[in-house]
């Protein structure tokens, strides 16, 4: 087990309600970004002396640009529907992690300058002066929102507590307290392409080696295919795929299957990251400029389709913003929905046949599958709503001989958030990381113990990353997460491999790392 | 007397009517710029009025939350429903059917709302969270509605109260003439505290009756690759 300097929650059968507890995550915020992050995204360098009458101005901007801020702000009943929903109320006990606690801290200054009520009754409607204690609040507690829209699920009026959280941060850059994860990222995705900031020759070098050991295993030469243009597909997928475990498992797959669709790809420079951040800090303007970059590289590149690789925000911002902010794309292959994720693609492979397998190379492994929250609340695969629990369901279920799914309390829309999301993937705030994980790790816990699982699978590299960081802490192994298409690469059979497919079906084969 | 709560009754109107309408003018008047439905969404615009009347109807989101804020919240405001059509008949001459063959479920619904609110007030004293979370206006809200919905059962019940007069009153009031009204104790605290709760509306947390319309998670259809939206503050970032 992994060595921490907080507590780690014990696993136990059910994540049980807890009494609330006052302040227990007050002590923990994440760095401040330093006017090195901030200038490049348009923010002061460091917070502003005006900020009291700065921070009241933004509300009133961002109030009448963004209709949920408004209804939301209004609209809350204080039922208490949202009050267990969030993983982080429910390992950290802090009252200010219930989602409507969250949004009141924000509410009660709203409340205080702009209704009514507040202005002349403040105490019966609990709004509260806006003071440098607020800002730090504020700072504290939206940096422990990983923005997963569990509790938009159960509201009765689906108050968001993303959208709130979102604004909350942009008020915060607005006055120069912007976090520096975030705002570190990306300033380096406007500068080199990609949130970590490698440039071009070292994801050329990346690939090149990728194509070695692809022909090494199998005999046949699958490509990864930089900045070749007139490619037919552009591949958009997070940067972590280039070269972290378990994710370049799953580029490795991608290429796979482009290779026996025999379809010409390509990844791009410009466009080597599919995340983007702008969405956590709630900044229209920059997750624009960061859309802008993909629409730049298909043109430039002269593609026909654009398909994005397992991320879980990165398809939000794709699936539901990308046609808002960077289209319309009425320059691509108008037969395709734009952009297409890449478990939409293999699943039409699948269906049309195009694709064979020998799942027997996956029987070392029983799989789960974890949905990721962007995913899952808030974007879809194929036409039916839904899409996104059952595509990427059939993909491994064609792949893998061995699947459970976990409770079902805690999939589906209903999924548990890794506890990583939302720009909370820094090791400054492990804490609420590790905590906040304490939901999905128990209902894992649970199918490992009750239906001998053994791996779990997911689509997003936030989650594969934050997985391989927490799972020791809960006395799991880092590498029972495993990527989708690593599953798929396992499994697929490819045409002229070493050993073809006759004996592959005797499975005598070497598999590989597997 | 009468005069006051004429006056009253005709200040509380105006003030609900165009308290509301500019709140409502406000959400329509503010762009949703991106797509934000909490999905599985529906894929079409009747899919979405079909899952709105499900909200509204049955509070289906409350209902997969938590079941006894769902049995009492849905008993309150089914109850206040059948309640508030009763009342129409105080307003109308002659009484429309409909509102006629309601009238003896009306009784039963008065109780009714009593308990769904006395449920909720006792969730909101003796759960911890939901304690956290209100302020001194969330119970007092509970307890005005208690009180008129007690008000209103003692003139059924206990002190009767002359509703013919009352309904002489109301009728007479909507041609902007004053008549007179019983003066009843439990009458008049039942109309000023119902005065009351027309004035605060568009103030308060009641805004939620607007507001479920306007909710982007849920009034919008779940087509972004299909259909391109764009707000007008964002269009003018393209020029
Ligand atoms: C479109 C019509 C309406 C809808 C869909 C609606 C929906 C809801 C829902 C889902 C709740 C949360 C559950 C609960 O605590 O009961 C709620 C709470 C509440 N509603 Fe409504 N409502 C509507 C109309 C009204 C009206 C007309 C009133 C009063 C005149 C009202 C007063 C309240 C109050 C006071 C609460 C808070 C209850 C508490 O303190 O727990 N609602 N409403
Ligand atoms: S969005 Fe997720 S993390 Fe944020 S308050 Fe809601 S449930 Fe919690
Ligand atoms: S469920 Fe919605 S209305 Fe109820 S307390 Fe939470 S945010 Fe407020």
């Given at each position: 087990m992994a060595k921490a300097e907080f507590d780690v929650p014990e696993l136990q059968e059910y994540v049980d309600v807890p009494e609330l507890v006052e302040g227990t995550m007050a002590h923990l915020s994440p760095y401040v970004a330093k006017p090195v992050h901030n200038t490049p995204l348009g923010f002061p360098g460091e917070l502003v002396d005006d900020w009291h009458d700065k921070v009241l101005e933004k509300l009133d901007d961002l109030r009448s640009r963004y209709r949920s801020l408004q209804v939301y702000l209004d609209a809350c009943v204080k039922c208490g529907a949202c009050t267990d929903k969030c993983h982080y109320y429910l390992s950290t006990k802090d009252p200010k992690n219930m989602p409507v606690g969250r949004q009141d801290l924000l509410r009660k200054v709203y409340r205080r300058y702009n209704t009514f009520a507040g202005k002349y009754f403040p105490w019966l409607v609990g709004a509260k002066d806006l003071t440098r204690e607020t800002l730090d609040e504020w700072y504290s507690y939206y940096h422990q929102?990983?923005?997963?829209r569990r509790c938009s699920v159960f509201c009765p009026y689906g108050i968001d507590t993303a959208e709130i959280s979102m604004a909350a941060r942009e008020i915060l850059d607005s006055v120069g307290?912007?976090?520096k994860y975030c705002n570190e990222i990306i300033a380096k995705v406007h500068e080199k392409g990609n949130n970590l900031g490698l440039p071009g020759p070292a994801i050329l070098d990346t690939l090149e080696g990728l194509e070695e050991d692809v022909f090494d295993e199998t005999g046949v030469a699958v490509k990864y295919p930089l900045d070749v243009k007139g490619a037919e597909i552009l591949l958009v997928t997070p940067s972590a795929d280039f070269f972290a475990e378990p994710h370049v498992d799953g580029l490795i797959g991608y290429g796979k299957v482009f290779h026996e669709a025999g379809v010409s790809w390509t990844m791009s420079t410009t466009a080597?990251?599919?995340?983007?951040?702008g969405m956590f800090i709630g900044s229209y303007e920059n997750m624009r400029r960061v859309a802008l970059r993909i629409r730049q590289a298909a043109l430039e590149l002269g593609v026909k389709r654009i398909v994005f690789g397992e991320c879980g925000h990165a398809w939000r911002v794709a699936y539901a913003f990308l046609n808002t902010l960077a289209g319309p794309f009425d320059f691509l292959d108008p037969r395709y929905p734009v952009p297409q994720h890449i478990c939409e693609y293999t699943y039409d492979l699948i269906q049309q046949g195009k694709l064979r397998f020998?799942?027997?190379?996956?029987?070392d492994m029983t799989l789960t599958f974890h949905d990721s929250c962007n995913v899952a609340r808030a974007t879809r695969m194929?036409?039916?709503?839904g899409g996104q629990f059952d595509i990427p369901r059939a993909v491994i279920k064609a792949v893998c001989n061995n699947y459970v799914d976990m409770d079902h309390e805690t999939i589906g829309e209903r999924t548990f958030c890794c506890g990583g999301g939302g720009g909370l993937l820094t090791d400054d705030l492990m804490e609420i990381r590790v905590k906040g994980a304490l939901p999905r790790m128990t209902a894992l816990q649970n199918v490992i113990k009750e239906e001998g699982v053994t791996h779990m699978a997911a689509i997003c590299a936030i989650c594969k990353s934050q997985f391989t960081k927490v799972l020791p802490y809960y006395g799991m192994e880092m590498d029972q997460i495993v990527s989708v298409h690593q599953l798929v690469s396992n499994a697929i059979i490819l045409t002229g491999q070493n050993s073809d497919e006759e004996d592959a079906d005797s499975d005598d084969e070497a598999d590989g790392d597997a | 007397m009468s005069t006051v709560y004429a006056l009253l009754f005709i200040v509380a109107t105006a003030v609900l009517v165009i308290g509301l309408a500019t709140k409502i003018a406000q959400y329509a008047r503010t762009p949703a710029p991106l797509k934000i439905p909490t999905t599985p969404a529906p894929v079409t615009q009747t899919g979405v009025v079909m899952r709105m009347f499900r909200e509204v109807v049955f509070f289906e989101s409350l209902f997969k939350s938590t079941k006894w804020t769902w049995i009492f919240g849905w008993l309150f405001h089914m109850a206040l429903f059948v309640v508030l059509l009763r009342h129409l008949r105080y307003f109308m001459?002659?009484?429309?059917l409909p509102i006629e063959l309601i009238q003896p479920f009306g009784v039963y619904a008065g109780f009714a709302m009593l308990a769904g609110l006395g449920g909720l007030l006792i969730r909101r004293i003796f759960v911890d969270r939901v304690r956290y979370i209100s302020a001194p206006s969330d119970y007092l809200w509970l307890l005005l509605l208690i009180i008129i919905g007690v008000s209103g059962l003692m003139m059924k019940f206990v002190a009767h109260t002359d509703i013919v007069m009352v309904k002489q009153f109301f009728t007479g009031l909507m041609g902007f003439s004053i008549g007179t009204l019983p003066i009843d104790f439990a009458l008049l605290v039942h109309l000023a505290l119902v005065a009351l709760l027309m004035i605060l509306f568009p103030f308060s947390k009641l805004l939620h009756v607007p507001g479920i319309f306007f909710s982007p998670t849920r009034n919008q259809v779940d087509n972004p690759r299909e259909k391109r939206h764009l707000a007008d503050w964002a269009k003018a970032m393209e020029e």
């Open positions: 929102c990983s923005q997963c307290y912007g976090q080597s990251e599919a995340g983007n951040f020998d799942k027997s190379t996956n029987d194929g036409d039916k709503p | 001459d002659p009484v429309w």
